[in-house]
């Protein structure tokens, strides 16, 4: 059998994850001098309100090699083999941990970067699950994932421009006249770093700029699942979720609390949509 272990930036809801027996090893998020571990002793709920009144931007970080190892050993000792998959490579050193946590043991484990984060990466190891539950071998399961990954699209929506001012990608004063303008910035990923694609000046013009964006990939998406993760902005995630049912037919929609990890990213009122 194989067995899929996941890290805590894919934000999968606890229910899926229990219901597919998916392992999760947490990533940690340090906010005004405290440590936190994502999904074990914060909530995304508490983090927004402790991430609100930091003076300083949260840093987060990847897993130990030991944390990995932990729990390849406990999969190990049952006969089971591994399917890891991580967080993108070009966003956190997680995929390194992981790969160090399979050298320092013998254990049968793959690593995969799935090259995405938040539900791009959580629906890739929903995806996983599924065909092990079938008993598809582990090379069966990656060859899929590999066309998945290829095909999925991941928009980042940043309501604010806060964050990336603390984390000091840009200057207090292009902070604020983007926020006196009322400026948007949409970025997508793409071979799992994050790009530009292009700055809205106001909501409405960038929810509709992004549902045209999305309406490019097809009008029938009936054979697409959709994830929609948001920090503290759940009227614009149901928003677009509507929409999106509206429009493409999707398979599923799965809105979400974004944790910690991805939510120190993209900020208050960000979302991700990931499909």
């Given at each position: 059998?194989?067995?899929?272990?996941?890290?805590?930036?894919?934000d999968?809801?606890?229910?899926?994850?229990?219901?597919?027996?998916?392992?999760?090893?947490?990533?940690?998020?340090?906010?005004?001098?405290?440590?936190?571990?994502?999904?074990?002793?914060?909530?995304?709920?508490?983090?927004?309100e402790?991430?609100?009144?930091?003076?300083?931007?949260?840093?987060?970080?990847?897993?130990?090699?030991?944390?990995?190892?932990?729990?390849?050993k406990?999969?190990?000792?049952?006969?089971?083999?591994?399917?890891?998959?991580?967080?993108?490579?070009?966003?956190?050193?997680?995929?390194?941990?992981?790969?160090?946590?399979?050298?320092?043991?013998?254990?049968?484990?793959?690593i995969?970067?799935?090259?995405?984060?938040?539900?791009?990466?959580?629906?890739?190891?929903?995806?996983?699950?599924?065909?092990?539950a079938?008993g598809?071998?582990?090379?069966?399961?990656?060859?899929?994932?590999?066309?998945?990954?290829?095909?999925?699209?991941?928009l980042?929506?940043?309501?604010?421009?806060?964050?990336?001012?603390?984390?000091?990608?840009?200057?207090?004063f292009?902070?604020?006249?983007?926020?006196?303008?009322?400026?948007?910035?949409l970025?997508?990923?793409v071979?799992?770093?994050?790009?530009?694609?292009?700055?809205?000046?106001?909501?409405?013009?960038?929810?509709?700029?992004?549902?045209?964006?999305?309406g490019?990939?097809?009008?029938?998406?009936?054979?697409?699942?959709?994830?929609?993760?948001?920090?503290?902005?759940?009227?614009?995630?149901?928003?677009?979720?509507?929409?999106?049912i509206?429009?493409?037919?999707?398979?599923?929609?799965?809105?979400?609390?974004?944790?910690?990890?991805?939510?120190?990213?993209?900020?208050?009122?960000?979302?991700?949509i990931?499909?």
């Amino acid at each position: 059998m194989v067995q899929i272990v996941i890290d805590s930036s894919a934000d999968l809801p606890e229910e899926i994850r229990e219901k597919l027996n998916i392992h999760t090893v947490p990533l940690t998020v340090t906010i005004d001098g405290i440590e936190y571990a994502e999904g074990v002793n914060i909530t995304p709920q508490e983090f927004y309100e402790k991430m609100s009144k930091a003076t300083e931007l949260p840093k987060t970080a990847q897993p130990s090699p030991a944390a990995f190892s932990k729990v390849f050993k406990q999969i190990a000792s049952l006969g089971d083999s591994i399917l890891c998959l991580t967080i993108s490579s070009k966003l956190s050193g997680t995929y390194q941990s992981a790969i160090m946590a399979k050298e320092m043991e013998p254990v049968d484990a793959t690593i995969f970067d799935t090259r995405a984060g938040s539900l791009g990466h959580g629906f890739q190891a929903i995806r996983a699950a599924e065909l092990a539950a079938q008993g598809c071998s582990r090379e069966e399961i990656l060859s899929e994932l590999k066309e998945y990954r290829q095909n999925m699209t991941i928009l980042i929506l940043l309501d604010t421009l806060e964050n990336i001012v603390k984390g000091g990608r840009l200057s207090k004063f292009q902070g604020s006249l983007a926020k006196i303008l009322n400026i948007k910035v949409l970025l997508q990923g793409v071979e799992g770093a994050v790009e530009l694609v292009e700055k809205i000046r106001g909501k409405k013009r960038f929810l509709d700029r992004v549902l045209e964006i999305i309406g490019q990939k097809g009008e029938d998406l009936s054979d697409r699942r959709f994830g929609i993760t948001h920090l503290n902005n759940i009227k614009d995630a149901e928003f677009l979720k509507n929409e999106i049912i509206k429009r493409f037919n999707p398979k599923d929609v799965i809105i979400n609390y974004m944790g910690p990890t991805m939510g120190t990213y993209a900020g208050s009122g960000g979302i991700i949509i990931s499909f």
